[in-house]
Nanobody, 125 residues
Framework: VQLVESGGGLVQPGGSLRLSCAAS????????MSWYRQAPGKEREWVAA????????NYADSVKGRFTISRDNAKNTVYLQMNSLKPEDTAVYYC???????????????????WGQGTQVTVSS
């Protein structure tokens, strides 16, 4: 099983980035997908989630209206489009896959619960 994030980097406040997470080794279309982030000295924070078929999404209040999660099950890839970026969005962003996700945030499966290695996003002038 692999989840490989890409698309991170340095961007100025107000700018945009699109993160990608390429999945392999499991039936991607059967898993809910989420993005988390962790800033230095802080706990990992849930950012957004999308259901297995892509029909429903949910966002943390801190990113609602600025970030969009989407997926392409034909390409086994989930995306996070980030607009109007702020310095407080600076963090390592992680992709997460879960076979059984409750209320968009709680993974009920210990066995089918996968994480990527993360990609750094830095928002600074």
């Amino acid at each position: 099983v692999q989840l490989v994030e890409s698309g991170g980097g340095l961007v100025q406040p107000g700018g945009s980035l699109r993160l990608s997470c390429a999945a392999s080794g499991f039936t991607f279309s059967s898993y809910a997908m989420s993005w988390y982030r962790q800033a230095p000295g802080k706990e990992r924070e849930w950012v957004a989630a999308i259901t297995s078929a892509g029909g429903s999404t949910n966002y943390a209040d801190s990113v609602k209206g600025r970030f969009t999660i989407s997926r392409d099950n034909a390409k086994n890839t989930v995306y996070l489009q980030m607009n109007s970026l702020k310095p407080e969005d600076t963090a390592v962003y992680y992709c997460h896959a879960c076979s059984t996700l409750l209320l968009f945030r709680l993974c009920l499966s210990k066995e089918y619960d996968y994480w990527g290695q993360g990609t750094q996003v830095t928002v600074s002038s």
